[in-house]
């Protein structure tokens, strides 16, 4: 069982940056994925970026490629998104996923393809 709590979410102005992190206990295997979807008021979850957790590849939405970085501390079973150039769109509950299982890469951006949900945590993008 992979237990999964977030932090590091807050209010934020336009073009600001924040550092979620997502802390991992209970078993988390070397051949599986880490990452990260949001949903914003009223709208779907939406896949946000993810990484292997061997730390071979990583792989990002469009709407977020180039401003956030996902990245892992395998000593501390922690993964990390840091978003730079925060837009008000960007405003969500972001939720760390994973899945012990090495996901194909059709299915990664799939939420339904990962087991472990973390609770959740806000990010408002606001002046």
């Known amino acids: 069982q992979v237990h999964l709590v977030e932090s590091g979410g807050g209010l934020v102005q336009p073009g600001g940056s924040l550092r979620l992190s997502c802390a991992s206990t209970g078993r988390t295997s070397s051949s599986g994925t880490m990452g990260w979807f949001r949903q914003a008021p009223g709208k779907e979850r939406e896949f946000v970026a993810v990484?292997?957790?061997?730390?071979?590849?990583?792989h990002y939405a469009d709407s977020v490629k180039g401003r956030f970085t996902i990245s892992r501390d395998s000593a501390k079973n922690t993964v990390h998104l840091q978003m730079n150039s925060l837009r008000p769109e960007d405003t969500a509950v972001y939720y760390c996923?994973?899945?012990?299982?090495?996901?194909?890469?059709?299915?990664?951006?799939?939420?339904?393809?990962?087991?472990?949900w973390g609770q959740g945590t806000q990010v408002t993008v606001s002046s």
């Open positions: 990484i292997r957790w061997s730390g071979t590849s990583t």
């Open positions: 996923v994973a899945d012990n299982q090495r996901i194909i890469l059709s299915a990664l951006r799939n939420g339904e393809s990962y087991d472990y």
